[in-house]
């Protein structure tokens, strides 16, 4: 391959601080709506919001995502994992009551 052809690649490829911050918001839009979803009432609501899997799911798809390298695939799964759910508690605790806004 000749160096034009490289630099198109490079060009076309979307940025890694790009992929890195629209995985760590989806991850705090996760959190959000598995509040929304779960309420303050019981029911299938509680069922769905209590639900353990997407919470596992979550950490290692945005490291597997994020990069190829351990390091940076671990940092970035551990920081989408404290986004999710410090998103998921605050806003549990607006519905709550608990917090004034």
């Known amino acids: 391959m000749n160096s034009n052809e490289w630099g198109f690649a490079r060009a076309i490829r ?12 989806g991850s705090t839009l996760f959190g959000v709506l598995f ?11 509680m069922v769905l919001g209590n639900l353990s899997a997407p919470w596992l799911v979550l950490p ?9 390298r351990s390091v940076t695939s ?7 994992a ?8 605050a806003t549990t605790a607006t519905l709550w009551h608990m917090v004034k806004l």
């Open 14 to 25: 979307p940025r890694r601080g790009f992929t890195v911050m629209l995985l760590l918001g």
């Open 35 to 45: 509040a929304v979803l779960k309420g303050t009432g019981g029911g299938w609501h």
């Open 60 to 68: 290692i798809a945005a490291g597997a995502v994020a990069s190829r």
């Open 74 to 80: 671990g940092l970035v799964g551990g920081l989408a």
């Open 82 to 89: 404290l986004l999710s759910l410090a998103a998921f508690y």
